[in-house]
């Protein structure tokens, strides 16, 4: 059974499952059935470095180390991806470094892990950072985009499941947080306006509905999974929402619910049985 598998069966869910479940046959083909999306995990790995190396930097570790976190990536351009080499990983952290050589906020705390109970599941997560920003507390989240950072980018985390998330986990921590923090570096070659700060706040209403979604879908997938264990086809057990199938350039399991799952439009991705230390 893949770590995917192990956490669904011990109704542990984080943000990203539980967004992919709008679709349940998304769901179903990410986190049960191994489907990857062809030629894109190199924005996930640079991503995932970028990451690496902020986490380096705000726990205190120096230049050099968290310089090496871009060392999985590659020297040369990947099917034509020459935006997402390890030097140019280097040069944009090192670009931001310089920007923000002076912080303006303390760090609480970095990298924080979390499991909050709801009723017949944990909702699970990591806060990137907490830190104290004009004498409140809230969560710093860093985001790398494909497109010059602007304010319509911001945009994305008003309503967002994870941002929530985020805010709600750090008040039940810290007894308080007063928003998020996005932090945005610009992949892009040459961008107007590299990297990109700004608080989104949320309403009590928000997390409210926050909670309810999280319930709804949690449970939406505890019985369709049920079901599918006790042996109904992951066609009905998994059904569609075709709603979605065109949002953020295509879902990458389009050709799958075209024309069917022949071993043709399969591809197995791995990084999803992977387990993350
Ligand atoms: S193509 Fe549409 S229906 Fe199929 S998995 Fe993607 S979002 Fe769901």
């Known amino acids: 059974m893949s770590f995917a598998q192990e956490k669904i069966e011990k109704k542990v869910f984080d943000a990203s499952c539980l967004k992919t479940a709008a679709c349940l046959r998304a769901f179903y083909f990410t986190y049960l059935r191994k489907v990857g999306k062809k030629g894109g995990r ?17 726990k205190g ?48 705390h970095a990298e924080t892990d979390f499991v909050l109970p709801f009723p017949g599941f944990s909702y699970s997560g990591r806060i990137d950072l907490v830190i104290r920003f004009l ?8 985001k790398t985009s494909g497109r010059s950072c602007s304010s319509y980018y911001f945009n994305y985390f008003r309503p967002d499941m994870s941002t929530t998330g985020y805010c709600y986990a750090c008040k039940e921590l810290m007894g308080e947080c007063a928003g ?17 700060r700004a608080i989104v ?3 009590p209403q928000e997390t409210e509905d926050w909670r309810e ?18 042996g109904l086809s992951y066609r009905k057990a998994f059904p569609r929402t075709t709603n979605l199938c065109s949002e953020y350039g295509g879902c990458p399991f389009r050709e799958l619910c075209i024309y069917g799952d022949s071993q043709r439009f399969l591809y197995v991705d791995t990084s999803v049985h992977e387990k993350k230390e």
Request: aromatic share 10%; glycine share 2%.
């Open 42 to 58: 190199l924005p996930l790995l640079f991503g995932t470095a970028m990451h690496l190396a902020l986490e380096r930097h705000y």
């Open 61 to 108: 570790e120096s230049v050099d180390s968290s310089l090496e976190a871009f060392d999985s990536l590659p020297s040369f351009s990947v099917s034509g991806d020459d935006l997402r080499t390890k030097d140019r990983g280097k040069a944009i952290f090192l670009n931001y470094l310089a920007l923000y050589k002076k912080e303006d906020f303390t760090i609480l």
């Open 135 to 142: 004498e409140q507390i809230y969560i710093m989240d860093h």
């Open 180 to 196: 998020a923090q996005i932090s945005v570096l610009s992949t892009a070659r040459n961008p107007k306006v590299p990297f990109m």
């Open 201 to 203: 706040n949320h309403t």
């Open 213 to 230: 979604e999280v319930i709804h879908r949690a449970e939406t997938v505890i019985i369709a999974y049920n079901r599918w264990r006790n």
